[in-house]
């Protein structure tokens, strides 16, 4: 963890009067990550897919990035697509995949879950409701599970697409991804995860796993924003949303960038690397904030959310009684500590969180969320301290929350 001591110095200078307590919604770029961007805005600016020496350049970086990323994977360089982030990569595998289904005549029905991220949810729900796809959400138990039984319950002949995420970002909990790929397709049908949580405290062997597409998002493992991965399995067929110059196989036109290419293929296989370092690091973390947490707080007034066990490494989530999960984090950020109440996008978000509502709790509880989610830089002394925080973050809100 020596280099991202550094890195905190060099880049994360809010550290100073901050605890970041936030690496579900991003993480620092770690310093080796910076390096080995740099040549690619400084020396190596050729557009890629130029046939001159400049462009061959770039090619060439983006070429080896790409197979780092494949040879990580275990799959083959031309699987691989760079996209601009998470969400779009969840986009292009749900709606590329659908639609190429509906040009082949192959099917119309797609199967996901109510907990996945809007990148997935709000696609199918698109799907449905202005182009007519016929989709089933599955519901999911008190820990945020899918069911592998309903999944195969729900499968019909003209079933394309199982889209179901791998871990949850806010709630933590793992789905049992392998057993459903496999269901999937002994059916006939693609499986696609989005992996944008679970992507780096994975190992993947896609050449064995029963996983068809897979998203993927660097900034979430201390690589760059504004790049994204997705792994297509070779055969599988989507139909590009972004039409133009037909850059990554005519999957995703627009000049790739090589800079954040490099970055993430870098960022994923120092994540690899370093993987079992990171989880122990991590869950040892975790688990002392969770235990400190839950001892701090009345027990009527707090609840863990998500899988006990089968859950993120570095991700721990509350509910807590009557409290608004954004009052929290105000007088969380005023106290020196950065959360989330689940997940970037809804922060600011006053309405009860639906994936509170699906995992079952009542709504004295579903606008109390809170996640803490661990990094490499985090110590002990961190947990320690928002443990010792907390107790007064939570009096502080109490008067403000009416009757809720
Ligand atoms: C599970 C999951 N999927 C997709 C996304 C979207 O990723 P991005 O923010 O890179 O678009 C996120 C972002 O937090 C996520 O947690």
Redesign the pocket.
């Given at each position: 963890m020596a280099a991202f001591t550094h890195a905190q110095a060099a880049i994360c200078k809010m550290k100073q009067t901050h605890i970041y307590l936030d690496h579900?919604?991003?993480t620092p770029v770690h310093p080796q990550v910076v390096e080995a961007m740099i040549p690619f805005w400084t020396d190596f600016y050729g557009n890629p897919s130029s046939a001159h020496a400049h462009g061959r350049d770039a090619g060439f970086a983006l070429e080896e990035a790409r197979r780092t990323i494949a040879d990580l994977l275990h799959a083959q360089p031309n699987e691989i697509v760079f996209t601009?982030?998470?969400?779009?990569?969840?986009n292009l595998a749900v709606r590329g995949v659908m639609w190429d289904a509906r040009l082949q005549g192959r099917g119309n029905h797609l199967i996901t879950s109510c907990i996945?991220?809007?990148?997935?949810l709000e696609t199918a729900v698109q799907l449905r409701d202005l182009f007519d796809f016929n989709v089933t959400i599955l519901p999911v138990d008190g820990y945020g599970r899918v069911s592998p039984d309903a999944v195969r319950a729900a499968l019909r002949p003209d079933t394309v697409l199982v889209s179901l995420?791998?871990?949850?970002?806010?709630i933590g909990t793992m789905q049992p991804i392998l057993e459903i790929g496999a269901i999937t397709r002994q059916h006939g049908a693609l499986f696609h995860t989005?992996?944008?949580?679970?992507g780096a405290t994975t190992r993947w062997n896609l050449a064995q796993m029963p996983i068809d597409l897979l998203?993927l998002?660097p900034?979430?493992f201390y690589g760059p924003?504004g790049v994204?991965i997705l792994y297509v399995r070779d055969g599988v067929r989507l139909v590009s949303a972004l039409t133009g110059g037909g850059q990554e196989d005519g999957r995703r036109s627009g000049t790739v960038n090589v800079a954040f290419a490099v970055g993430a293929a870098q960022a994923f296989q120092l994540a690899q690397a370093q993987l079992d370092e990171r989880v122990a690091h991590y869950t040892r973390l975790r688990d002392h904030l969770i235990a400190g947490v839950l001892a701090a707080i009345s027990a009527d007034d707090i609840r863990l959310t998500g899988h006990p066990t089968e859950r993120l490494p570095h991700h721990a989530s509350f509910a807590l009684r009557g409290l608004s999960g954004n009052d929290l984090l105000i007088h969380l950020d005023m106290a020196g500590f950065s959360a989330s109440s689940g997940?970037?996008?809804k922060t600011g978000n006053p309405k009860p969180s639906a994936i509170l509502q699906a995992i079952g709790l009542g709504e004295e509880w579903t606008t109390g969320g809170l996640r803490f989610t661990v990094g490499a830089q985090n110590t002990l002394a961190d947990v320690d301290a928002l443990i010792a925080a907390m107790p007064r973050v939570v009096a502080q809100v109490r008067p403000f929350s009416g009757d809720r």
């Amino acid at each position: 963890m020596a280099a991202f001591t550094h890195a905190q110095a060099a880049i994360c200078k809010m550290k100073q009067t901050h605890i970041y307590l936030d690496h579900g919604a991003s993480t620092p770029v770690h310093p080796q990550v910076v390096e080995a961007m740099i040549p690619f805005w400084t020396d190596f600016y050729g557009n890629p897919s130029s046939a001159h020496a400049h462009g061959r350049d770039a090619g060439f970086a983006l070429e080896e990035a790409r197979r780092t990323i494949a040879d990580l994977l275990h799959a083959q360089p031309n699987e691989i697509v760079f996209t601009g982030c998470g969400s779009e990569s969840d986009n292009l595998a749900v709606r590329g995949v659908m639609w190429d289904a509906r040009l082949q005549g192959r099917g119309n029905h797609l199967i996901t879950s109510c907990i996945e991220h809007e990148a997935v949810l709000e696609t199918a729900v698109q799907l449905r409701d202005l182009f007519d796809f016929n989709v089933t959400i599955l519901p999911v138990d008190g820990y945020g599970r899918v069911s592998p039984d309903a999944v195969r319950a729900a499968l019909r002949p003209d079933t394309v697409l199982v889209s179901l995420m791998a871990a949850n970002n806010e709630i933590g909990t793992m789905q049992p991804i392998l057993e459903i790929g496999a269901i999937t397709r002994q059916h006939g049908a693609l499986f696609h995860t989005d992996a944008v949580q679970a992507g780096a405290t994975t190992r993947w062997n896609l050449a064995q796993m029963p996983i068809d597409l897979l998203s993927l998002a660097p900034h979430k493992f201390y690589g760059p924003k504004g790049v994204g991965i997705l792994y297509v399995r070779d055969g599988v067929r989507l139909v590009s949303a972004l039409t133009g110059g037909g850059q990554e196989d005519g999957r995703r036109s627009g000049t790739v960038n090589v800079a954040f290419a490099v970055g993430a293929a870098q960022a994923f296989q120092l994540a690899q690397a370093q993987l079992d370092e990171r989880v122990a690091h991590y869950t040892r973390l975790r688990d002392h904030l969770i235990a400190g947490v839950l001892a701090a707080i009345s027990a009527d007034d707090i609840r863990l959310t998500g899988h006990p066990t089968e859950r993120l490494p570095h991700h721990a989530s509350f509910a807590l009684r009557g409290l608004s999960g954004n009052d929290l984090l105000i007088h969380l950020d005023m106290a020196g500590f950065s959360a989330s109440s689940g997940s970037a996008c809804k922060t600011g978000n006053p309405k009860p969180s639906a994936i509170l509502q699906a995992i079952g709790l009542g709504e004295e509880w579903t606008t109390g969320g809170l996640r803490f989610t661990v990094g490499a830089q985090n110590t002990l002394a961190d947990v320690d301290a928002l443990i010792a925080a907390m107790p007064r973050v939570v009096a502080q809100v109490r008067p403000f929350s009416g009757d809720r």
